[in-house]
Nanobody, 124 residues
Framework: QVQLVESGGGLVQAGGSLRLSCAAT????????MGWFRQAPGKEREFVAG????????YYADSVKGRFTISRDNAKNMVYLQMNSLKPEDTAVYYC?????????????????WGQGTQVTVSS
């Protein structure tokens, strides 16, 4: 089992950057596929980015490709989401998620563990 705690959210102007962090507990963290999702008010939770257990494979939603970068440090049980060139439409609660397996799922139902979320607000 793994527990996830996100941090790093906040208020930023359009064009700015933020780095989200996700701290995981559990001895088998390196066995998990990790993902970032987001949910804006009145909208469904959507996939943002995912990373394989080794960090060798990543996958991004088209809306963030080229602006966001997901990474992980298995030695520290950490996952990160570097967000650059932020837009007002990136405003949402961002969630870290984990799943056992070898495939990066893009649907929230494919993930077993979730953090509590961190708010990101981008002002225009």
């Amino acid at each position: 089992q793994v527990q996830l705690v996100e941090s790093g959210g906040g208020l930023v102007q359009a064009g700015g950057s933020l780095r989200l962090s996700c701290a995981a507990t559990g001895r088998t963290f390196s066995s998990y596929i990790m993902g970032w999702f987001r949910q804006a008010p009145g909208k469904e939770r959507e996939f943002v980015a995912g990373i394989s257990w080794s960090g060798g494979a990543t996958y991004y939603a088209d809306s963030v490709k080229g602006r966001f970068t997901i990474s992980r440090d298995n030695a520290k049980n950490m996952v990160y989401l570097q967000m650059n060139s932020l837009k007002p439409e990136d405003t949402a609660v961002y969630y870290c998620a984990a799943r056992l397996g070898t495939v990066i799922f893009t649907t929230s139902s494919g993930y077993d563990y979730w953090g509590q979320g961190t708010q990101v607000t981008v002002s225009s």
